[in-house]
């Protein structure tokens, strides 16, 4: 079974908007982390936020917003006010187990469009 | 954030020859570093976890004499692709943890294999 899953190969988005990413994770652990990762066409993969399992509130950095809904296990991306430099593919990866295992899965991206 | 280098950025060879990668955090000790490979369009499949003055620990389906990890100090890891083959031809990226939740990427080589 997947343990990533982000069902959106490709989105658009209009300059300014807002614009959800998906990401579904799949596991058994109880401790567990999550990160967004961004990979313009450059292909360097950029970190832009992380949620713990354990964070009671969903992790801000900037632009960027983690929907973290544990029940449903989805962490969704939320990027706010979009610009023409967010163009790029969007990675979601999971953690498991304690901190200190840094073993990471990826999902299989989605690519971001911002129209001007 | 932590700034990971790569060397080199992009590298063509013939196909047999040995392919060496090194992967350099700048400005932090990287307890540990991983390497992973990306196809076009495709995500990013780790191949090895490489500890400081340990044995790699490889991925399953992963070949260990192919692919040659050393990671000598706490801030220099070296993939080495023996023996290069067309097939080899990918993305290489190399990412690094001090210790804290995030692994920081390196830009990435690309290899092509004629």
């Known amino acids: 079974a997947q343990k990533i899953t982000q069902t959106q190969p490709g989105m658009f988005v209009q300059e300014k908007e807002a614009v959800t990413l998906d990401c579904t994770y799949d596991t058994s652990d109880q401790s567990y982390g999550l990160f967004w990762y961004k990979q313009p066409s450059s292909g360097e993969m950029i970190f832009l936020i992380y949620?713990?399992?354990?964070?009671?509130q969903n992790a801000t950095e900037g632009r960027y917003s983690l929907n973290f809904q544990k029940a449903r296990k989805s962490a969704n991306l939320v990027i706010s006010a979009s610009q023409l430099g967010d163009s790029a593919m969007y990675f979601c990866a999971m953690r498991e187990g304690r901190t200190g295992f840094q073993k990471l899965v990826f999902g299989t991206g989605t690519r971001l469009l911002v129209s001007p | 954030g932590a700034v990971v280098s790569q060397h080199p950025s992009r590298v063509i060879c013939k196909s047999g020859t040995s392919v060496k990668i090194e992967c350099r955090s700048l400005?932090?000790?990287?307890?540990?570093m991983f390497w992973y490979r990306q196809f076009p369009k495709q995500s990013l499949m780790l191949m090895a976890t490489s500890n400081e003055g340990s044995k790699a620990t490889y991925e399953q389906g992963v070949e260990k004499d192919k692919f040659l990890i050393n990671h000598a100090s706490l801030t220099l890891s070296t993939l080495t692709v023996t023996s290069a083959h067309p097939e080899d031809s990918s993305f290489y990226i190399c990412?690094?943890?001090?210790?804290?939740?995030?692994?920081?990427f390196g830009p990435g080589t690309r290899l092509l294999v004629l």
């Open positions: 400005d932090f000790q990287a307890t540990t």
């Open positions: 990412s690094a943890v001090q210790g804290s939740e995030t692994q920081y």
């Open positions: 949620q713990g399992s354990y964070d009671e």
